[in-house]
């Protein structure tokens, strides 16, 4: 089992950056891969951002890229989204995802572990 937080949501004006942070916990040894999706109110979860183990692969979603960035520290079994230029369609409640592969993936299927979220709402 693999236990995830997720911190660093807020409210932000348009234009404005935030910085989430998603900490993993208990069975950790092993490679793998993670991502973050979001969810607004009446809308399925989508896809954000993906990153491979060792942090040299990520994917984005087209709506995001250019403007989020995510990493990993995995000394501290770590993993942030960086994101700029916030627009209020960011609005959401962001949740990080681990999955078994040490590879990225997009889907919601591809993650085995889910955190909680984190609410993220940018006012316009």
């Known amino acids: 089992q693999v236990q995830l937080v997720e911190s660093g949501g807020g409210l932000v004006q348009t234009g404005g950056s935030l910085r989430l942070s998603c900490e993993a916990s208990g069975r950790t040894d092993s490679n793998y891969g993670m991502g973050w999706f979001r969810q607004a109110p009446g809308k399925e979860r989508e896809f954000v951002a993906s990153?491979?183990?060792?942090?040299?692969?990520?994917t984005y979603a087209d709506s995001v890229k250019g403007r989020f960035t995510a990493s990993r520290d995995n000394a501290k079994n770590t993993m942030y989204l960086q994101m700029n230029g916030l627009k209020p369609e960011d609005s959401a409640v962001y949740y990080c995802?681990?999955?078994?592969?040490?590879?990225?993936?997009?889907?919601?299927?591809?993650?085995?572990?889910w955190g909680q979220g984190t609410q993220v709402t940018v006012s316009s």
């Open positions: 995802a681990v999955r078994s592969s040490f590879w990225v993936a997009r889907r919601v299927d591809d993650y085995d572990y």
């Open positions: 990153i491979s183990w060792s942090g040299g692969r990520t």
